[in-house]
T-cell receptor, first 113, second 118 residues
């Protein structure tokens, strides 16, 4: 089954404790992206990757890192999480040549205390 | 600057009626794409419909149609014959063209919460 898988689905952590949210897709998609969703703000793009080893900042990259060492995985890293990073996070991917369609993961709800 | 504006935070619609969700956008690029996504209470994001800026006809997908008015920079979503299962948050989004620095970016509006009543 074609899918985008995020782990964990729920995470509660404390300020400053490094964490990684994993994202994996099994569709050989080149384009992958991370978003955060906050009430009243919609989804805001954090980082995106056009292909392996190619990443770029979205609208809200501060406090986040990503890597794209292989096509299927695009982890989101919070080196020193802060409470303002409490949010719902989505990973998405797009088929080659069809960047107009994005397949979203189920979301990761993160709380930073 | 906000590039996607959805002015309706929420709306009620009766079952079987049509509903129009407003979306206006801001871009100076000639080539761009507009999208609508649905997010039910379960949280997943579901792609509904896409309109390219060069598409001459309005996009349609089943009960969904996109009323694209390029000169007004609006891309309203029309849901015909609403069903209870249409209750959800709806997001409008835009991707700008290849020649812009924003090619890889997808920008979303704040969303419109739709509640369909029996």
């Amino acid at each position: 089954e074609a899918q985008v898988t995020q782990n964990p689905r729920y995470l509660i952590t404390v300020t400053g404790k490094k964490l990684t949210v994993t994202c994996s897709q099994n569709m050989n998609h080149e384009y992958m992206s991370w978003y955060r969703q906050d009430p009243g703000l919609g989804l805001r793009q954090i980082y995106y990757s056009m292909n392996v080893e190619v990443t770029d900042k979205g609208d809200v990259p501060e406090g986040y890192k990503v890597s794209r060492k292989e096509k299927r995985n695009f982890p989101l890293i919070l080196e020193s999480p802060s409470p303002n990073q409490t949010s719902l996070y989505f990973c998405a991917s797009s088929p080659p040549g069809m960047v107009n369609i994005q397949y979203f993961g189920a979301g990761t709800r993160l709380s930073v205390l | 600057a906000q590039k996607i504006t959805q002015t309706q935070p929420g709306m009620f619609v009766q079952e079987k009626e049509a509903v129009t969700l407003d979306c206006t956008y801001d871009t100076s690029d000639q080539s761009y794409g507009l999208f609508w996504y649905k997010q039910p209470s379960s949280g997943e994001m579901i792609f509904l419909i896409y309109q390219g800026s060069y598409d001459e006809q309005n996009a349609t997908e089943g009960r969904y149609s996109l009323n694209f008015q390029k000169a007004r920079k609006s891309a309203n979503l029309v849901i015909s014959a609403s069903q209870l299962g249409d209750s959800a948050m709806y997001f409008c989004a835009m991707r700008e063209g290849r020649k812009t620095d924003s090619w890889g970016k997808l920008q979303f509006g704040a969303g419109t919460q739709v509640v369909v009543t029996p």
